[in-house]
């Protein structure tokens, strides 16, 4: 059983609000898992790794000399706190931080996303200056703070990426002492990255190998559960509605393309899933998909798209994708440049480095790259249209070719 996935199969899901008090659980050491500082200074190594910042070392010594036998001694000044929910003013009214920690002159604040449609525009640099002001207020001049924007990973074909916005979410100016990091939920694969589902694993296997203390069973089974709660998207599982069954079965896709109804259609991996299946096969219109009248999962397609979509992939010479929403990253490169052919620009690519960076990259880099960051216009001067996309990859020697199948 995992509990995690039991709480979020109820009506309303599992809400952030909940995966933050777990993980704020994880933080403290004043709770009853016994691992200590262990996470946190997982944590806050990687970022000094990854980052390259040597800076942090202060807070990786702190985290070191705090013994968890010191905590509830007055008389050993340790400085620790740690608050869900953290109040600040803001222009308008009262804003919050999902989760602050106080080390010495050390303050972390950490803005949980399990959705990335949850995530707004300018947030974390709002609450970064509402707590500047209350240090500021409170007359605590001696101070550095590290910001963490903990946020899930794009799924795109079965392999977790990073995501630019998030990263263009931190690109605002700090303090001197201050630093920001982008931490992901589940492991991307495309870039150097910090994942606490990476970290989970670690501390299991130093915690078998005696690289730590042994943890307990209870922590050992709730690690594992959430890891996996992570793996799937935090979603809980699939029960059928007992009073009205939203899911129609299964449905033939040439009855799909002539109906009507307010459906949405179930493909493995979505909008790439269903290009790869659909493409220049005519005998995918007498496969069967499931349907239903909610959106189960980002794997579901309205059936406006699915009907674009699957019109295209099946006969690309006569029909064209004109209308469909492009976001995240859906798609390897194979598919980026069938869809980029079609759509030109209507069709942006992000990466960093932008146009120029793509054309540095050797063909085999290009074909590897897993997951490439879309939108339907340009977000930064380092997007470039899908024209250009295929310009660069032809200039290379990329020929158009029939997509390889899902397995």
Same mark, same amino acid.
């Given at each position: 059983?995992?509990?995690?996935?039991?709480?979020?199969?109820?009506?309303?899901?599992?809400?952030?609000?909940?995966?933050?008090?777990?993980?704020?659980?994880?933080?403290?050491?004043?709770?009853?898992?016994?691992?200590?500082?262990?996470?946190?200074?997982?944590?806050?190594?990687?970022?000094?790794?990854?980052?390259?910042?040597?800076?942090?070392?202060?807070?990786?010594?702190?985290?070191?000399?705090?013994?968890?036998?010191?905590?509830?001694?007055?008389?050993?000044?340790?400085?620790?706190?740690?608050?869900?929910?953290?109040?600040?003013?803001?222009?308008?009214?009262?804003?919050?931080?999902?989760?602050?920690?106080?080390?010495?002159?050390?303050?972390?604040?950490?803005?949980?996303?399990?959705?990335?449609?949850?995530?707004?525009?300018?947030?974390?640099?709002?609450?970064?200056?509402?707590?500047?002001?209350?240090?500021?207020?409170?007359?605590?001049?001696?101070?550095?703070?590290?910001?963490?924007?903990?946020?899930?990973?794009?799924?795109?074909?079965?392999?977790?990426?990073?995501?630019?916005?998030?990263?263009?979410?931190?690109?605002?100016?700090?303090?001197?002492?201050?630093?920001?990091?982008?931490?992901?939920?589940?492991?991307?694969?495309?870039?150097?990255?910090?994942?606490?589902?990476?970290?989970?694993?670690?501390?299991?296997?130093?915690?078998?190998?005696?690289?730590? /203390?042994?943890?307990?069973?209870?922590?050992?089974? @709730? *690690? %594992?559960? =959430?890891?996996?709660? &992570?793996?799937?998207?935090? $979603?809980?599982?699939?029960?059928?509605?007992?009073?009205?069954?939203?899911?129609?079965?299964?449905?033939?896709?040439?009855?799909?393309?002539?109906?009507?109804?307010?459906?949405?259609?179930?493909?493995?991996?979505?909008?790439?899933?269903?290009?790869?299946?659909?493409?220049?096969?005519?005998?995918?219109?007498?496969?069967?998909?499931?349907?239903? /009248?909610?959106?189960?999962?980002?794997?579901?397609? @309205? *059936? %406006?798209? =699915?009907?674009?979509? &699957?019109?295209?992939?099946? $006969?690309?010479?006569?029909?064209?994708?004109?209308?469909?929403?492009?976001?995240?990253?859906?798609?390897?490169?194979?598919?980026?440049?069938?869809?980029?052919?079609?759509?030109?620009?209507?069709?942006?690519?992000?990466?960093?480095?932008?146009?120029?960076?793509?054309?540095?990259?050797?063909?085999?880099?290009?074909?590897?790259?897993?997951?490439?960051?879309?939108?339907?216009?340009?977000?930064?001067?380092?997007?470039?249209?899908?024209?250009?996309? &295929?310009?660069?990859?032809?200039?290379?020697?990329?020929?158009?070719?029939?997509?390889?199948?899902?397995?």
């Amino acid at each position: 059983m995992n509990i995690f996935k039991v709480l979020a199969s109820g009506k309303n899901s599992l809400r952030e609000e909940f995966v933050s008090a777990y993980f704020a659980y994880l933080l403290s050491p004043k709770m009853d898992h016994g691992l200590g500082f262990v996470l946190l200074k997982m944590i806050v190594k990687k970022i000094r790794e990854v980052q390259n910042l040597p800076e942090l070392s202060d807070l990786v010594d702190e985290l070191q000399n705090d013994f968890r036998t010191d905590l509830f001694d007055e008389s050993k000044n340790n400085n620790f706190n740690l608050e869900l929910e953290y109040k600040y003013n803001k222009q308008g009214g009262i804003g919050y931080i999902d989760i602050v920690l106080s080390i010495n002159k050390w303050y972390i604040i950490i803005e949980n996303k399990i959705n990335s449609s949850s995530c707004t525009d300018g947030q974390v640099y709002e609450q970064y200056l509402g707590f500047k002001e209350t240090l500021e207020k409170k007359d605590i001049e001696e101070h550095n703070i590290l910001i963490l924007y903990l946020v899930p990973a794009i799924s795109s074909e079965g392999v977790w990426s990073s995501g630019e916005f998030y990263e263009n979410e931190l690109d605002f100016k700090l303090g001197e002492g201050d630093y920001s990091s982008v931490v992901y939920w589940q492991p991307p694969e495309d870039d150097e990255t910090i994942s606490i589902v990476s970290i989970f694993r670690e501390i299991l296997n130093q915690s078998r190998s005696g690289e730590i /203390d042994p943890i307990t069973y209870d922590l050992n089974q @709730s *690690l %594992k559960s =959430f890891i996996n709660f &992570c793996l799937n998207d935090f $979603n809980g599982y699939p029960y059928d509605k007992v009073v009205e069954k939203n899911v129609h079965e299964k449905m033939k896709v040439k009855n799909i393309l002539k109906s009507n109804k307010e459906i949405y259609i179930g493909v493995q991996h979505g909008k790439a899933g269903l290009i790869r299946k659909a493409w220049e096969n005519s005998d995918f219109t007498s496969e069967y998909l499931n349907v239903s /009248d909610t959106k189960e999962s980002w794997q579901y397609l @309205s *059936l %406006k798209e =699915f009907k674009t979509i &699957c019109n295209w992939a099946i $006969n690309p010479k006569d029909n064209n994708l004109s209308g469909i929403h492009w976001e995240g990253k859906p798609f390897f490169t194979d598919l980026l440049y069938l869809v980029s052919k079609d759509e030109k620009s209507n069709i942006c690519i992000g990466m960093r480095g932008g146009l120029e960076k793509l054309r540095n990259m050797d063909i085999g880099e290009i074909k590897d790259r897993k997951g490439w960051e879309v939108s339907n216009e340009r977000k930064t001067p380092q997007w470039f249209t899908g024209e250009e996309f &295929c310009n660069v990859l032809e200039e290379k020697g990329y020929k158009i070719r029939a997509p390889e199948k899902n397995n």
